[in-house]
């Protein structure tokens, strides 16, 4: 259960910075900043998914 709060718990953190209504963030007027967040996350999850099934705790 833990390795799947693990896994939860990394877009939520990812979600609680950029769903923030910053207005003074420079990143925030990039023009691929969602897609590259949504990207580096997805590659995160994936990553430690993999890692977690490597050491068989899923």
């Known amino acids: 259960m833990s390795a799947v709060a693990a896994l939860i718990a990394i877009p939520v953190a990812v979600a609680g910075v950029y769903g923030m209504n910053f207005n003074h ?17 997805t590659a995160l999850v994936t990553l430690v998914h993999l890692v977690f099934c490597k050491r068989r705790w899923l």
């Open 25 to 41: 963030v420079p990143e925030l007027r990039w023009r691929f900043v969602y897609p590259t967040m949504l990207i580096a996350t």
